[in-house]
Structures are given as C-alpha cells and as structure tokens.
C-alpha cells in the first residue's frame, strides 16, 4: 500500500514571502494531520481534519498559517508570510480514525524541511 | 501546563544489551500512550500502543510499561542491533476535547555499537 506522499521535500525561502505544501494521505484514511518538527523537538500538532472538517487547530499560528483539506482527500499547508522561527520540518499524517479519536496509530509522510531565511 | 520529558540526552550501548528509555508525563491524565522511531530525514514511525488499563505490552524485542501512578512509561529493546539506531518518540493522548490528539515528547536517540 502507498505511504502518506508530501512534496516539495525541501524548501528555502526568504522571510515574508509565501510557501506552500501538499500532502496525499493513505487511500481511506478519514483523519489528516499537519505537524511542525523544529529541530532537537517532537512533532508539535497544527491542525488535525477529520474528513475535510477541522477537529483541531487549536495551535495553528492562524494570522500567518492556513490550511485546507478539499473533497476530504488531498491537503494544503500554507504560510504567508513566513518568519524566521517558521524554519521546520512539516509532516503530515493519516490515521483511520473514524470518530477524530486519535487511538489508532498514524502513518507520517517524510515531511518538507523548510529553511526561512 | 502539560509536559512530556524523554532523556535529553543520547543513550550509548553495546549491541546485544537492553535498551531502556523513559518518558515521563505531568499535569496529563492519557488514555493511552504510543512509541514512535524516527530516523533522520524521515518521518516517525509507529511501533506500540499502551492503553491507561494495561501494564505492560510486547512485540517482538520490543516491550512497553506504563504506570499511571508514577506517571511513566518505559519503553525496552531487548537484544539491541546497530539497526536500532535511531530517535524514539513518546506521544500520550486522552479523549478530552473529542479529539484524542496526540503530544510527542522531544525524542530520546539511541546510538547502538557494534
């Protein structure tokens, strides 16, 4: 079975311009999520969709970080303008979590390594 | 505020003996807690789940407590390989706010030699 597919896999951008990231989820995974990595860290949760509603963001810098999920498939990270500190790896994950619980095990793309400078 | 601690520091041992890493959890209450391995440039991988009612749990050389008393989990690796190497995730959940979201504690990196 495919993996969780992310691109681009690097990334580097100046401070305040725009950037993009898309993520493909396993084929009937209901939960998506979008994680930040800064380095020497663990994955800190920015939004968490259930099918293509969000269950979570309630730690998504909302002034500068957008996301969306159509069709309940396929999602986009966004953020404009970047900042220093926005400097990460960005993963995505997919769970089969009907109900938003996050009991079952999720399965992370190999994320996006951004460098803001 | 929640916090989840792992052994910042890296854990160096010979190949063949057990590896012992903790994670420990204060002001949290979990329902359940997963181990994840994460090597470099890629993202984490899952390994085991433990719910709040069990004590222990095996897979293979892999073996996890958690004591909700002490408000930790260990997590072994028996027989330890090089291919072993790697960074080692806790993440704890609880069914508050109907979404079970996971938090990941900083890692512990484990360094296996030959």
């Known amino acids: 079975e495919a993996g969780v597919a992310q691109s681009p896999r690097y990334k580097i951008i100046e401070k305040r311009q725009s950037v993009a990231f898309w993520c493909n989820p396993i084929s009937g995974h209901a939960t998506l999520y979008w994680y930040q990595q800064i380095l020497g860290q663990g994955p800190k949760l920015l939004i968490q969709?259930?099918?293509?509603?969000?269950?979570?963001d309630s730690q998504l810098p909302k002034d500068r970080f957008s996301a969306e999920r159509l069709k309940g498939v396929d999602s986009t990270l966004k953020i404009q303008p970047a900042k220093l500190e926005d400097s990460a790896v960005y993963l995505c994950a997919s769970s089969l979590s009907l109900r938003g619980y996050s009991y079952n095990e999720q399965f992370f793309g190999p994320g996006t390594r951004l460098t803001v400078l | 505020s929640q916090k989840i601690e792992q052994n910042s520091e890296a854990l160096n041992i010979q190949e063949g003996k057990t590896a012992t890493l903790t994670c420990n959890y204060t002001n949290y209450s979990p329902a359940y807690l997963q181990w994840y391995r994460q090597d470099p440039g890629r993202g984490p991988v899952f390994l085991l789940l433990i719910r709040e009612n069990e004590k222990e749990k095996r897979k293979e050389r892999l073996k996890v407590t958690f004591d909700t008393t002490l408000k930790q989990s260990l997590f072994h690796i028996t027989a330890s390989q090089p291919a072993d190497s790697a960074t080692y995730l806790c993440?704890?959940?609880?069914?508050?706010?109907?979404?079970?979201?996971?938090?990941f504690g900083q890692g512990t990196t484990l360094q296996v030699k030959p």
């Open positions: 969709f259930q099918n293509n509603g969000v269950v979570d």
């Open positions: 993440a704890l959940s609880s069914f508050s706010g109907n979404t079970g979201k996971l938090i």
